[in-house]
C-alpha cells in the first residue's frame, strides 16, 4: 500500500523507497561466491546468444526490423550485434540484441505468480558493455572483461527473479517485461558508472514509465509484439540510465505516494512481496528450454511425442481413430496457452497448446521454431486445425499446487487419448521437463543445443571454431576474456541482413550428444525420477517484507 506518512497533496520529499534502495545495495555490494552460480551463468549467456543466432536463422520477421534506424548509420565504437554485421548505438543495439533473444521463446525461463525470461536483460547488459569496451580500447585503454558482464547477468536474473516470485503482474493486466526493464536499468547503471544514488534515480524513473499492457500476449491480440517487448524494455533501460548519467533526477517515492504512485496507480494498491535479501538462486535454478515450447507446455510436448510413439507403434490413424485428447495442466497454462479458434500469426502459435501438441502428434517428433512460422507446413495444414479442435484443456489443482510449490517446483502436464471404438489410453504424466534445474542432464543438453545454433550459423566458417573453442573454456577462463573479443567472435561480415539457415542439423541426434557443460548437480535424474533436494533449501529461509 502506499506511504502511511503521506498524501497525495503533501509536498514534503522523503526518502527513496526501500525497495530501491535494496535493489541498488545488492547492484553495489553483492558478492557472487558460488561455483553453480558462475557455471550457469556462462551457460546462460551461451544459451541467449545460441537463441540469437537461431531466431536470425529462423524468422524473416525478426530480421526485418534489426539494423541502424536510419540505414547506413555509422557509429563510433558501435555495439557488434552477434550473427550480423551491424555496428549499433547502444540504444538500437539493446533493442535489437534483447529481441532476437526473446523472438522464438526459445529463451530460459524463471517460474513463479509471474513467469518471465531473465536472459531477457543480456540484450541491454551484453550491448552497454561491448560499446564501453569498445570506446575503452579507443582510448588506449583495456576493455570490460567477460567477469564483469556475467556479475551483472547473475544480479539482473535475481531481480527479475526475486519480483516473479510473489508478484503477479499479469493479475492487474501489466506484462512482465516491465520486470526486465527495472532489473536491466539497475545493472546497466552499475556497468555506465553511476553512483549508488544515481541509481535510484534511474530505479525510479524506470517504475515511472509505469509498464505495459498485456494484451498482446492474450486472446484475441496475441502477435508479434510478444517478441520485440523485451528489447523494447531493453532500450529502454539504456536510454533512462543514460538520461540519468547525464543529470535527470528521479522520484524517491514512486511506488509509495499516494495516489499518484506506482502502488496505488497500477498495482491496486499493494505492495511487493520481496526476499529479505538477493543471492543467486535465481541463475542457480533457472529453467532452460531445450525444447521449442512455451515453458507452460515443456512438459506437454514431451508427453505429446510419447503419445505420438504410443499411438504408431499400435497402428492407430490418428485422423481416423482419435476421438479426443484430455490435457490436465496448472492454471498458468490455461491463461496463457488455451487457445480456441483461428491462429493468426508465430506469436499466436508458440502460444497455442493444443498447436504444439496437434503438431507433435501428426509429424511425429518434437515440434522446433521453424514449425510455429507463417510459411511451415503445418501452419497451413488443415488436419492441425482438425485436430486441435479434439484436444481440450483442464486445470489440475494440485499441478497448480505443486507449480508453486518451490519444494516441488514441477510444472506437470498429462494427456489422455480416447479412442472412437470407447478405448481410453492410458494417461502420460510429465513432471518436470527437460531443462529443469534438478536434472542432471539439463547442461550438457544446453551446450548441445548451443552447438547445434552455432553449426547452423557459421558452419564451415572460422567463426564455428573460434566460438566452440571459446564456449569450452573453465569458467574461470571465460570470464578473463575481453567482452569486444567474444562478441567480435560472433560477428558475421558478410551480414548485414539475414536468411534461414539451409545447414540444419538433426536436432535429435545432437541431444544425445555429451558435453564440456558437466553435470549441474541436479536433483533429477535422466530419466526425470526425484532425487532429494539439494538446490532449494535457500526458499525456505527467504521472507518477505
Not at 3 to 20: E, K, S
Not at 228 to 249: E, F, I, N, S
Not at 297 to 317: C, G
Not at 383 to 394: A, F, G, N, S
Request: hydrophobic content about 40%; aromatic content about 8%.
Amino acid at each position: 500500500m502506499a506511504c502511511p506518512n503521506l498524501n497525495a497533496d503533501d509536498n514534503t520529499r522523503g526518502p527513496y523507497d526501500r525497495v530501491l534502495i535494496e535493489i541498488t545495495a545488492y547492484v553495489f555490494h553483492y558478492k557472487i561466491e558460488t561455483p553453480r552460480a558462475w557455471q550457469h551463468a556462462k551457460a546462460a549467456f551461451l544459451d541467449a546468444l545460441g537463441c540469437v543466432l537461431e531466431t536470425l536463422n529462423q524468422s524473416d520477421e525478426a530480421c526485418a526490423f534489426i539494423g541502424p534506424t536510419v540505414p547506413g548509420t555509422v557509429v563510433p565504437n558501435g555495439f557488434r550485434l552477434p550473427g550480423t554485421s551491424y555496428k549499433l548505438d547502444p540504444l538500437k543495439g539493446a533493442f535489437d540484441l534483447g529481441s532476437l533473444i526473446r523472438y522464438l521463446d526459445h529463451n530460459d525461463a524463471f517460474p513463479g505468480a509471474e513467469w518471465g525470461h531473465p536472459s531477457d536483460n543480456i540484450g541491454a547488459i551484453l550491448a552497454i558493455a561491448d560499446w564501453l569496451s569498445r570506446t575503452s580500447v579507443s582510448r588506449g585503454e583495456q576493455p570490460l572483461t567477460m567477469n564483469t558482464v556475467l556479475i551483472a547477468l547473475v544480479k539482473a536474473y535475481e531481480i527479475q527473479g526475486c519480483f516473479q516470485t510473489r508478484n503477479a503482474f499479469n493479475k492487474v493486466g501489466l506484462d512482465h517485461t516491465i520486470l526486465v526493464k527495472i532489473a536491466s536499468t539497475a545493472v546497466v547503471s552499475w556497468l555506465l558508472g553511476l553512483s549508488e544514488s544515481q541509481t535510484l534515480d534511474a530505479l525510479s524513473q524506470a517504475w515511472m514509465d509505469g509498464a505495459p499492457l498485456r494484451v498482446y500476449r492474450q486472446s484475441p491480440n496475441a502477435g508479434p509484439r510478444k517478441g520485440w517487448a523485451a528489447g523494447d524494455a531493453c532500450m529502454r533501460a539504456v536510454h533512462l540510465a543514460l538520461l540519468t548519467k547525464h543529470g535527470q533526477p528521479g522520484a524517491p517515492t514512486v511506488l509509495t505516494t499516494p495516489k499518484w504512485g506506482f502502488y496505488d496507480t497500477l498495482f491496486r494498491g499493494k505492495a511487493f512481496q520481496l526476499p529479505t535479501s538477493y543471492g543467486s538462486a535465481v541463475i542457480e535454478n533457472i529453467y532452460f528450454k531445450i525444447h521449442a515450447a512455451e515453458g507452460h507446455a515443456a512438459t506437454a510436448v514431451e508427453a505429446a511425442l510419447e503419445v505420438s510413439q504410443t499411438l504408431r507403434r499400435s497402428d492407430i490413424s490418428i485422423e481416423k481413430d482419435v476421438e479426443h485428447i484430455r490435457v490436465r495442466t496448472q492454471e498458468a497454462a490455461m491463461i496463457i496457452i488455451n487457445k480456441q479458434g483461428a491462429l493468426h500469426n508465430s506469436a499466436d502459435r508458440d502460444h497455442c497448446m493444443q498447436y504444439m501438441i496437434a503438431v507433435i502428434l501428426l509429424k511425429g517428433s518434437m515440434i522446433e521454431a521453424k514449425d510455429y512460422q507463417d510459411d511451415s507446413i503445418w501452419a497451413q495444414d488443415p488436419m492441425v486445425e482438425d485436430l486441435r479442435k479434439r484436444i481440450t484443456m483442464e486445470e489440475t489443482k494440485q499441478f497448480t499446487l505443486d507449480y508453486h510449490d518451490k519444494m516441488k517446483a514441477s510444472a506437470s502436464n498429462a494427456l489422455q487419448v480416447s479412442l472412437r471404438d470407447g478405448q481410453v489410453l492410458d494417461e502420460v504424466l510429465v513432471e518436470y521437463p527437460v531443462g529443469h534445474p534438478w536434472r542432471n542432464d539439463t547442461l550438457g543438453l544446453v551446450r548441445t543445443k548451443f552447438e547445434k545454433n552455432v553449426r547452423e550459423s557459421f558452419g564451415g566458417q572460422k567463426n564455428e571454431e573460434e566460438i566452440l573453442r571459446l564456449a569450452s573454456l573453465t569458467e574461470d577462463d571465460f570470464r578473463k576474456l575481453g567482452v569486444c573479443d567474444l562478441v567480435d567472435a560472433f560477428a558475421a561480415a558478410d551480414r548485414g541482413t539475414c536468411q534461414k539457415s539451409t545447414a540444419a542439423t538433426e536436432y535429435t541426434s545432437l541431444m544425445q550428444r555429451q558435453s564440456a557443460f558437466g553435470n549441474n548437480g541436479g536433483i533429477i535424474s535422466q530419466n526425470g525420477s526425484l532425487r532429494q533436494c539439494r538446490w532449494w533449501p535457500w526458499l525456505r529461509r527467504r521472507g518477505k517484507h
